[in-house]
């Protein structure tokens, strides 16, 4: 069998943990392929919102394995407070998570370079979420990180302690005003890692291309969002993975031939959080409405997120990228009632008229051109199926259907589980 993926088309926290959550009754296997703890994927169902970071989404489900895959980098502290939060609902993980082996360690030390690095940069700093996600995937390129399959190894505690002073050097480097005692995170650290040696480590490409031969079903669950990637994303404004289809491939060890369908998931609006550009962004009452409504604050770090209207152009460009096959709206419910709705269908870039999205979007460079739409008034949480729907919601559906070229097969009408319509 094939391989679905799974991938957010703007800055993140579309709304993929849920989506994953509803799809994974049709798959045997929910694997991650990129990231780490700076995502918050939240996921509602009886009345209780759950926040998962490192772990797949489809671990609610009783029937699916769940894989992290080679791509992902681990902070044992935050897996095992995440496993803690499974225990309190009676989640039996130990026979359905499993981790590759060559998946990479966050150290403490990474966390401490991250803040550092920020620090030194002022103004100009990324926004990280500070999980010390650039400073590991720096030394997996730079072939110094600690793989997960090191720590069946006497000799890792050896490797640990040379990179760590060697991250110390580099924090004195920085010469930035920190407080840290590194001893007592190292005690939390070295404990965690013993819980995490109680699970499973496998060579997870081999596991995963044994299991498609065996006719098993895997959704792949990206993490952070397109114009997050390290590669095509808003740069130096991203997370140091590749977000977007071909992470996938290389995070989890499978050919590009196996993927089949690449579900797109996208808010009827946008959201950032972090620094960088965002020509959609608003600063006035409407976005400031966006915010309120849709709740939108950061699950990781509890920061508001900057909201603004959907950017067309944007939209079209991670599409492109990821090949998408199917779109998934999200959060149309929270734009009902606005006096009028805009997308942005173009960018004056340079004193020209643009439909793609350039190198640079920075505001010198990029002024949004807006298409205007009538807004619906109806409270769409309560509605179940399509024929509900308003006129003004269909147009705005149609228009993107019809710009974007692919099918838009799943409107998501509040967090819950239940208020998913399939179109
Ligand atoms: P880092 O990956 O934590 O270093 O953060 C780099 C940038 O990506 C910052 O702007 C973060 O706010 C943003 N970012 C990282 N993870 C997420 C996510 O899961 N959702 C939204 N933004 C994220």
Redesign the pocket.
């Known amino acids: 069998m094939a391989v679905d993926l799974l991938l957010g088309l703007q800055?993140?926290?579309e709304g993929k943990g849920k989506i994953v959550d509803v799809l994974t009754k049709d798959y045997d296997i929910i694997a991650r392929f990129q990231?780490g703890p700076?995502?918050?994927h939240t996921l509602e169902f009886d009345g209780i919102k759950h926040v998962l970071r490192t772990i797949p989404s489809g671990i609610f489900h009783e029937n699916s394995i769940n894989v992290i895959g080679n791509g992902v980098v681990i902070d044992p502290v935050v897996f095992v407070k995440e496993l803690e939060g499974l225990d309190q609902f009676n989640i039996d993980y130990k026979n359905k998570l499993i981790i590759s082996r060559k998946a990479h360690l966050i150290l403490p030390t990474h966390r401490l370079l991250?803040a550092a690095s920020e620090a030194s940069k002022g103004k100009a700093k990324?926004?990280?979420?500070?999980?010390g996600?650039?400073p590991t995937y720096m030394d997996k390129t730079g072939r110094n990180g600690i793989r997960i399959g090191d720590l069946e190894l006497k000799t890792w505690k050896e490797k640990y302690r040379s990179l760590a002073n060697k991250h110390e050097a580099m924090i004195d480097f920085y010469n930035v005003d920190m407080q840290y005692d590194l001893k007592e995170m190292e005690t939390e650290f070295f404990a965690a890692i013993k819980t995490l040696k109680e699970l499973t480590f496998i060579d997870s490409e081999e596991y995963l291309n044994q299991a498609m031969k065996a006719g098993k079903t895997i959704l792949a669950e990206g993490?952070?969002?397109s114009l997050?990637d390290i590669d095509f994303g808003t740069y130096p404004?991203?997370?140091?993975s590749n977000t977007t289809a071909a992470g996938a491939c290389t995070g989890l060890g499978i050919a590009p031939n196996k993927v089949k369908d690449v579900y797109g998931i996208f808010k009827a609006y946008t959201t950032r959080?972090?620094?960088?550009p965002f020509p959609t962004e608003l600063f006035d009452e409407v976005g400031v409405e966006m915010a309120k409504v849709g709740r939108e604050f950061g699950a990781?770090t509890g920061r508001p997120r900057r909201c603004g209207w959907l950017d067309l152009v944007a939209l079209k460009y991670t599409c492109e990228v990821n090949g998408v096959t199917q779109l998934m709206m999200m959060k149309g419910d929270v734009l009902s009632g606005f006096d009028s709705l805009e997308i942005c269908t173009a960018y004056k870039y340079k004193g020209k008229t643009i439909k793609h999205f350039p190198y640079n979007i920075e505001p010198e460079n990029v002024t949004p051109v807006y298409t205007k739409f009538k807004c619906w008034s109806e409270d769409l949480t309560k509605m179940t199926e399509t024929s509900q729907f308003p006129k003004e919601l269909n147009d705005y559906i149609a228009f993107l259907e019809k710009e974007l070229e692919i099918p838009i097969k799943v409107v998501s009408v509040g967090p819950d589980r239940k208020q998913t319509i399939h179109r």
Do not use: C, E, R, Y
């Open positions: 800055w993140g926290d990231g700076n995502a918050g991250d990324i926004g990280s979420t500070l999980k996600i650039g993490a952070q969002g997050l404004f991203v997370t140091s959080v972090g620094s960088g990781v």
